[in-house]
């Protein structure tokens, strides 16, 4: 059974601590995203990658990083974590972008204090 | 820039009435839309597609360019459709290859 897996269901973490999200895929796809999913907001987009090495910013990457050094692997990190980042983090795979649809993982659910 | 609109939080019918979860667009190129599901407790998951013309669990989505809208609808609610749904946008002539999300519609079907 092909699958996005992130390594974490549920993390707490401190106030300006710097964390990190990873999620692999085994599908070979070329493109994986990050969202963050928030009541009332749905999945925004924070960052996505194409290719190894390659990263381009969605709607909300402001207090984000992402790195992508090997095709499978896509890591989020968040630089000095803050109390707004709270949230569920949603890691996903296609191999068309999106036009074929995403793979999602099951997402690892965030909480800064 | 391209926005996805789910005018209700929440939709609550009963086990076998119709149901209808809305989904509104705004973008002027050619969309390719879809409805994605998660259960409680699972992982988001693709329902369906417009290119594909199909039907997954009894619902249907139509493409209406006009009304600029691709509503989800099924006539005979089940329990089991009891669920967050999301309406999904993908560009499919420029190159931004992700996917803008709406806010959600929960369905509660009461039995």
């Known amino acids: 059974d092909v699958k996005v897996t992130q390594s974490s269901r549920y993390l707490v973490k401190r106030t300006g601590e710097k964390v990190f999200l990873e999620c692999v895929q085994d599908?070979?796809?070329?493109?994986m995203f990050w969202y963050r999913q928030d009541p009332g907001l749905g999945l925004r987009l924070i960052y996505f990658s194409y290719d190894v090495k390659m990263k381009e910013k969605g709607d909300i990457p402001e207090g984000y990083s992402v790195s992508r050094e090997k095709k499978e692997r896509f890591s989020l990190i968040l630089e000095s974590a803050s109390t707004n980042q709270t949230s569920m983090y949603l890691c996903?795979?296609?191999?068309?972008?999106?036009?074929?649809?995403?793979?999602f993982g099951s997402g690892t659910r965030l909480t800064v204090v | 820039a391209q926005r996805v609109t789910q005018p209700e939080k929440l939709l609550s019918v009963f086990k076998g009435a119709p149901v209808e979860l809305k989904c509104n667009y705004s973008y002027s190129g050619s969309p390719e839309l879809f409805w994605y599901v998660q259960y409680s407790r699972q992982r988001l998951q693709l329902l369906l597609r417009?290119?594909s013309r199909e039907s997954i669990k009894g619902f249907t989505a139509d493409l209406n360019k006009g009304e600029t809208s691709f509503h989800l609808k099924k006539p005979f609610a089940q329990e089991e459709d009891s669920a967050m749904y999301y309406c999904a946008l993908y560009r499919m002539d420029t190159g931004r290859r992700a996917l803008t999300f709406g806010s959600g519609t929960r369905l509660q079907v009461q039995p």
């Open positions: 599908m070979d796809h070329e493109n």
């Open positions: 996903a795979s296609s191999s068309l972008g999106g036009a074929n649809g995403y793979t």
């Open positions: 417009h290119i």
